[in-house]
């Protein structure tokens, strides 16, 4: 027969496990959240980050009709988000919208000398804190190396 | 009772040494823990600086081979056109200065430091590659992989030999000299760069008066000079500039020249070159020397150039004189050498050839 505090005890010993374990599991979370929260901007910032490239290098290699202007935008913002310059349904990044593709043309005269592309306004999701909006990045710049047709 | 006193003590001490157990395991884990969290981040920020060294690579490569589209053999200039790119990494706030451009002849060459070697000539150096390299700091994992990560990425450009176009090309064209009376025998074509050739030729049996074609009415005087404008259609200067005017042509391919009599003179070349800046300069040299009243190139236009006998052999370069010039006969203009399309500048007058840039890797 067991003496009534040995009892006693091991009851109380089952409890600490369950203390110590509520206490730590914020921790533990907190941990995977942050951890989840920052790999995944990450994931997406580069994900833009190639998006971007990619418009950045059609936008310097093909064609620009002075009198067709917002074709050529719209086609870059399309190559940006849906990797495509018709356009497409599904965008390569979840949540990018073609309004959040700024491009940006330089003239000297009227003659394109240089296009930049970037990304505003897009919400970087995260789970802790409020999204993260990017303003301006990614961005690259390149000089324009297609060809001008005149209006 | 010294049993009872002995097991007594002995399962105290086993509850002493089962309380902040968790606590232990926690602490342990934590190193694990904390490094893959670590994992997690540094190698996300190595993966973005990767993805932006990547992005100045693409445009430092493309940089470097259009400076050597503007100026053959000027390395120097290449390099420092390569690190012009506003680029930066760490989410865009650390400037990029490790970069190393090499040059080439081929895609598959050794790419060298300081060209020429192996008997080529500068200008034969038409591509170049570029490595960027970024040392990013590590938080978590700088016990394993020490203080920073080095970070590398490469991009090579080139100007590529163009075999066909897909429209776009001038709707006249000359024959080629290199089995008929050539001028330089280095060019594939015979031509000279600086001499001035025939464009349009006036019908079978009157002499041109453009340069050495002077009094020359060749074989097919009343065709040669109409090309790649379809069967039966006159496209409009326009509708040329933009590429679809008319038909793609590759080398090889039988000259297809319009012929239909009434046709030819709606084919207005002054329209084509008030598209330009400068549309006076008298010849090649005077418009690339006009810093006053720069041109933006539209008078430098590509054309089929045939054997005479209806094939196409190859693509030139031309420079186009000043409207005035023109009296509606023959079409004279200028040879200028080589062409990299889409580079930021005007053609250097010199060489030969059509190409294009692209980014090959």
């Keep these: ?36 929260s920052y790999g995944c901007a990450y994931y997406i910032y580069a994900q833009l980050e190639s998006a971007v490239r990619s418009g950045t290098r059609y936008a310097a290699l093909t064609t620009y009709d002075a009198t067709s202007s917002v074709a ?44 930049s592309v970037s990304i505003s306004g897009y919400k970087i999701p995260g789970m802790f804190v409020s999204p993260a909006t990017l303003i301006n990045k990614p961005a690259l710049q390149s000089p324009f190396m297609g060809f001008y047709l005149p209006s | 009772m010294q ?38 981040i540094d190698v996300g920020r190595t993966y973005v600086a990767k993805s932006e060294a990547q992005s100045f690579a693409d445009v430092a490569a493309l940089n470097a081979v259009a400076q050597l589209a503007l100026a053959p053999g000027a390395f120097a200039a290449a390099r420092n056109a390569a690190k012009q790119s506003p680029k930066k990494w760490n989410f865009g706030s650390s400037a990029i200065t490790d970069v190393v451009t090499t040059f080439g002849t081929s895609p598959t060459d050794s790419f060298i430091d300081s060209p020429p070697s192996g ?94 074609d002077q009094g020359n009415v060749g074989s097919n005087g009343s065709f040669r000079g109409y090309c790649c404008t379809g069967a039966s259609n006159v496209p409009s ?60 190139g539209k008078r430098i236009v590509t054309v089929v150039v045939n054997d005479d006998e209806r094939t196409v052999v190859g693509f030139a370069t031309f420079f186009l004189f000043p409207a005035s010039q023109y009296q509606g006969k023959n079409y004279c203009a200028q040879y200028i050498g080589s062409q990299v399309q889409g580079a930021p500048g005007l053609p250097p007058g010199s060489g030969s050839g059509l190409y294009r840039l692209k980014l090959l890797r």
């Design chain 2, 3 to 40: 049993l009872n006193a002995k097991s007594s003590c002995r399962h105290s001490l086993h509850v002493d040494s089962r309380r902040g157990y968790i606590m232990l395991m926690f602490s342990l884990s934590l190193v694990l823990l904390l490094g893959l969290s670590g994992l997690a």
């Design chain 1, 1 to 36: 027969m067991q003496p009534i505090n040995q009892k006693r005890n091991k009851n109380n010993q089952a409890g600490n496990a369950v203390i110590e374990f509520a206490m730590l599991i914020p921790i533990l979370v907190a941990m995977f959240m942050g951890t989840w």
């Design chain 2, 119 to 212: 008997g080529y000539q500068p200008s034969d150096y038409r591509f170049a590659l570029v490595t960027v390299h970024i040392k990013v700091p590590m938080y978590l994992l700088s016990s394993i992989s020490g203080p920073t990560a080095a970070v590398a990425a490469q991009a090579m450009a080139g100007q590529m030999v163009k075999t066909g176009l897909q429209g776009g090309e001038f709707p006249f064209s000359p024959f080629s000299r290199k089995n008929a009376s050539p001028e330089d025998l280095s060019d594939p074509f015979g031509f000279k760069v600086g001499n001035t050739y025939t464009l349009r030729w006036e019908p079978s049996g009157n002499s041109t008066s453009c340069g050495t």
């Design chain 1, 72 to 115: 050529y935008q719209m086609a870059i913002q399309n190559i940006v988000v849906y990797g495509n310059p018709g356009g497409g349904a599904q965008p390569v990044v979840a949540g990018l919208q073609p309004s959040n593709v700024n491009v940006y043309v330089q003239f000297s005269g009227s003659i394109p000398t240089s296009v």
């Design chain 2, 237 to 296: 200067i326009r509708d040329v500039l933009s590429g679809g005017g008319t038909v793609p042509v590759r080398v090889g391919d039988p000259f297809g020249p319009l012929e239909a009599p009434g046709q030819k003179d709606t084919i207005n070349i002054q329209d084509w070159i008030n598209y330009d800046t400068d549309t006076v300069s008298p010849d090649y040299a005077t418009y690339r020397a006009n810093t006053t009243h720069p041109g933006n």
